[in-house]
């Protein structure tokens, strides 16, 4: 049996007054979504392990069946493989959003929805002003991109950006981990904690002047849009150790990923995953779904595992929009599960689907919360549960109960 998991990420949410106190799962048009509940059996899992902040990095690697007590180290080097950057024993890779701060807030976590093009033009300029022997900014996709600090110390505290929208941001830059600088089992670096924080705060507080310089920000303040004027560093850490999925699953002897994010195209790299690139894919609700599910399909003919992920339910509950992230549920509905699931529904060989979110993301918070995400397990001949809906409530009713991390992938890859 082949094995399929899509995964909209931050799809799940809660009950808004708006909507009638359902919440956006219960509310949205996804039809095809509701009649795999009803044809499949379902249930809610934890995808965040005790200690861990409730990141895409964390719960999409706990989905994938690993322990993140012994594989984590953070977003950056995940997003460093997937770019192609290739870390060295001494290289430090954090996440480095371009963001929009104003009036000493936090406004936005993506710079105002940069352009991949609009910000490699300020990655290279950055790399002119701040970049030196140890510092180097490397571009990725959208406002997300890479900073690699050679020497640094992974035992500092960086906070999200997209968890702390109109917050003060001063408060919240870098610092060194409590008891980090006399802990004996430290990995030795060139910086210490203490002055890995001080730099990368250095280069924070210098890029928001060079940033606030720049023509394209100029441009898009006279013309009343939100300027990309700040870096912000987090989620570092050094080059992971992984075994493939391959290694941890006999059953999987190839598979591929799917996404427009960095982030998980690297976890997918650790994997053993071939990373499939699709033309329009922007992790935003304007993805190409269509050639996502295409990819998906024939990626699916030759290989045992396939795993597809799409990021515009997420931004869409960041972005505080209600109405984006119900249509992004349709579009994942409509435009990339429905054409999967009528097509492997003719094959001869049995395709066993997963649907999931990684986390919720609340439209009215606007930030990742650590709460279980329903989940449904589909393939022909699966004896169904009574769920008739997928939604954040119906699925509490599922046979499968409430799973823990690596018992999704456990119980999924079980079925042959």
Sequence with gaps: MKHIIILGDGMADHSVARLGNKTLLQYADKPCM??????????????????????????????????????????????????????????????????????????????????????????????????????????????????????????????????HPDEPWRPLMVRPQAGSETDPTARPTRFSAQETADLLNRLILE???????????????????????????????????????????????????????????????????????????????????????????????????VFVHVEATDEAGHDGDLELKLKAINYLDQRLIRPIFEEINTWEEPVCMAILPDHPTPVEMRIHVNEPVPFIIWHRGIAPDTVERYDEVSCMSGSYGLLKLQEFMQTFMSLT
């Excluded at 993140?68 to 024993?89: F, H, K, Q, W």
């Excluded at 929805?113 to 002003?129: F, G, K, P, R």
């Excluded at 849009?225 to 006999?250: C, V």
Aim: charged share 20%.
């Design 207 to 305: 890029s928001q002047k060079l940033l606030a310089q720049h023509p394209f920000n100029q441009q898009r303040i006279s013309q009343g849009k939100r300027p990309a004027n700040s870096i912000w560093p987090w989620s570092g850490g050094y080059r992971p150790s992984m075994e493939t999925l391959m290694q941890l699953y006999p059953q999987v002897k190839s598979g591929s990923v799917i996404s427009a994010v960095d982030l998980i195209r690297g976890i997918g790299h650790y994997a053993g995953l071939d990373i499939i690139e699709v033309e329009g894919a922007t992790g935003l609700a304007d993805t190409n779904y269509e050639g996502k599910a295409k990819a998906a399909i024939e990626a699916l003919k030759n290989q045992d595992f």
């Design 34 to 163: 509701d009649l795999i509940a009803s044809q499949g059996a379902t249930g809610r899992l934890i995808t965040i392990p005790d200690g861990f902040q409730p990141g895409s990095e964390v719960a999409n690697t706990a989905i994938m069946g690993y322990d993140l007590n012994r594989v984590y180290e953070g977003r950056g080097p995940l997003e460093a493989a997937s770019i192609g950057y290739e870390m060295t024993d001494d290289d430090l890779a954090l996440r480095c959003n371009i963001i929009c701060v104003d009036q000493e807030r936090i406004i936005t976590h993506n710079g105002g929805n940069l352009e991949t093009q609009e910000a490699a033009v300020l990655i290279d300029y950055l790399n002119e002003h701040l970049g030196n022997e140890y510092v180097k900014f490397i571009k990725g996709i959208q406002y997300r991109h890479l900073l690699v600090v050679k020497g640094g110390n992974k035992n500092i505290v960086c906070a999200p950006p997209h968890d």
